[in-house]
């Protein structure tokens, strides 16, 4: 065989091995040395293999695991609107924000962490409305739907009235959103939320915990929920989402400029001239 197409060779076995169920979706495949091994080829060759499974949507390379199987060529996805629902899976009178429904509990892929930490991130700080260094109460989750691959980090950020009127928020309730319910409890009832949206790279922790590699980007979510009481920001919360597990899904609304067709002509036009159709 010649050697330039030996690595396409190499990369159709362990495909068909892929399709065959030898390794399931989320699993690590053996290391290139012990492929080189079974090939009797060098790490190049196997290497050049491993790409193009990778280019194919066959495996990723994952920061700290190795080389894992996909889930699928196309993860399960989940839509994300902008629907914020009581969560009735649990006896705890919690939230579920989208991409979650109000009938599931998401597990932990990690022991969620919370406690008093400064903020330093100048922007999430500016949105809490503390100055940056300021002590908050900082919440780390990884969270995700029950036998799926971990979905989203969550790392939200109180501000320290709320921790004054409600302490047990550093308490991991059994069901998803209950510090927020506490806080609306302790007096700041409704808490209202306005997310912001943006697209970037994932840094190598994140790709880890997510277990993707560092080329797929992530879609940013930062929610602002404000208190009912007083109308200023109560809590900050970074959503983290793989791009491959979430859509977004937004109605779009009318502006008052473009509620009339034509506004110099009701009626519309009576030719083309205008260039109407």
């Not at 922007?123 to 971990?150: D, H, N, Q, W, Y």
């Not at 009832?189 to 797929?216: D, F, N, Q, V, Y």
């Not at 602002?224 to 779009?252: C, K, N």
């Amino acid at each position: 065989m010649a050697v330039h197409s030996r690595y396409l060779d190499i990369a159709h076995q362990i495909r068909a091995r892929i399709e065959g169920g030898e390794w399931a979706p989320g699993s690590k495949l053996p290391r290139l040395d012990d492929f080189a091994k079974q090939y009797g080829a060098n790490r190049d060759t196997i290497g050049r293999a491993i790409a193009v499974l990778e280019s194919e949507g066959f495996v990723w390379a994952v920061q700290g695991r190795g080389i894992i199987v996909r889930h699928g060529l196309m993860r399960l996805r989940r839509p994300r609107g902008n629907l914020v629902k009581r969560n009735l899976a649990t006896g705890s009178p919690g939230y579920s924000f989208p991409s979650a429904t109000g009938q599931e509990v998401w597990k932990h892929h990690i022991p969620p962490v919370a406690g008093p930490e400064p903020l330093t991130d100048p922007r999430i700080a500016k949105l809490l409305g503390v100055p940056v260094g300021s002590e908050v109460m900082r919440r780390f989750r990884v969270t995700g739907p029950e036998s799926e691959p971990p979905f989203q980090i969550n790392i939200s950020w109180i501000h320290p009235r709320a921790v004054a009127d409600a302490p047990e928020v550093v308490s991991q309730a059994p069901g998803p959103g209950d510090w927020l319910y506490r806080i609306e409890k302790a007096g700041h009832w409704p808490i209202s939320w306005m997310e912001i949206h943006r697209a970037r790279m994932p840094t190598k922790r994140e790709a880890g915990l997510l277990e993707i590699p560092t080329s797929l980007p992530v879609l940013e979510i930062v929610r602002v929920g404000t208190s009912g009481r007083d109308g200023q920001p109560i809590e900050v919360t970074e959503y983290i989402v793989a791009g491959d597990r979430v859509e977004t899904v937004h109605v779009l609304h009318r502006d008052e400029s473009a509620q009339d067709p034509w506004p110099e002509d009701v009626e519309g036009p009576s030719d083309n001239s205008t260039g109407r159709i």
